[in-house]
């Protein structure tokens, strides 16, 4: 079974600075995908940002990256220039393939504080 | 852009009873999912379902619990029996075609049930 692990309860960043959030996983799978969900205080689940497993270029959306490096089974997001919009809940979560009906696999969330 | 739409926002309902929480999945999507998020903790999944059928289903989703796509476009998930642990936050998901596309799922922003 897939886990997912967020060592990181909770960050917190002055505004325009960047941050980072960590994320490891475990899988057999060797084709798989990998997302960054935001939950501000509304608890609305919000895409980040994904990544392919086969794809070896890192994703990157306006200020959000992520740095995935597949050998250590690891998927960090990194945020730019944070806004005080950017305080939320993160989750990283794993989905095996996009074949059939998937499930999302989460870890257990980082709690990111941007202060004015 | 097309959304999931989750009623009722917020229900409170006494232990023992029965509740039936509403999705409108996005019309042209095939896949349909619930997720139960328990307040400040991660987002487990609960159930897949997929031409009328449950695809998977988690250890969570034990007898107490059903889903039901009585017409062509609700999607339900009923508990039978609340009891006060079942008070958590109850996201819908829905996705094209196993999660082709742009991206793998659309949430609905939530029901949050309390089970008083």
């Known amino acids: 079974a897939q886990t997912v692990t967020q060592s990181q309860p909770e960050m917190s960043v002055q505004e325009a600075e960047t941050v980072t959030l960590s994320c490891t996983y475990d899988t057999s799978e060797s084709n798989y995908y990998l997302f960054w969900y935001k939950q501000p205080p509304s608890r609305q689940m919000i895409l980040v940002i994904r990544?392919?497993?086969?794809?070896?270029q890192n994703a990157t959306e306006n200020r959000f990256s992520v740095n995935f490096q597949k050998a250590a089974k690891s998927f960090s997001l990194k945020i730019s220039d944070s806004q005080l919009g950017d305080t939320a809940m993160y989750f990283c979560?794993?989905?095996?393939?996009?074949?059939?009906?998937?499930?999302?696999?989460f870890g257990q969330g980082t709690r990111l504080t941007i202060n004015p | 852009e097309p959304e999931v739409t989750q009623t009722p926002s917020h229900q409170v309902t006494q232990m023992g009873q029965e509740v039936i929480l509403r999705c409108v999945p996005i019309?042209?999507?095939?896949?349909f999912y619930w997720y139960r998020q328990i307040l400040g903790q991660k987002v487990e999944f609960l159930v897949s379902f997929y031409n009328n059928e449950i695809s998977e289903k988690s250890e969570i989703f034990d007898d107490q619990f059903s889903v039901e796509r009585p017409d062509g476009s609700n999607f339900t998930l009923k508990i039978r029996s609340t009891k006060l642990e079942d008070s958590a936050m109850y996201f819908c998901?829905?996705?094209?075609?196993?999660?082709?596309?742009?991206?793998?799922?659309?949430f609905g922003s939530g029901t949050r049930l309390t089970v008083v």
């Open positions: 019309s042209n999507h095939l896949y």
């Open positions: 979560a794993f989905m095996k393939s996009f074949q059939g009906a998937q499930k999302l696999v």
């Open positions: 998901a829905s996705s094209e075609l196993g999660g082709r596309g742009t991206y793998g799922y659309t």
């Open positions: 990544q392919e497993a086969y794809k070896q």
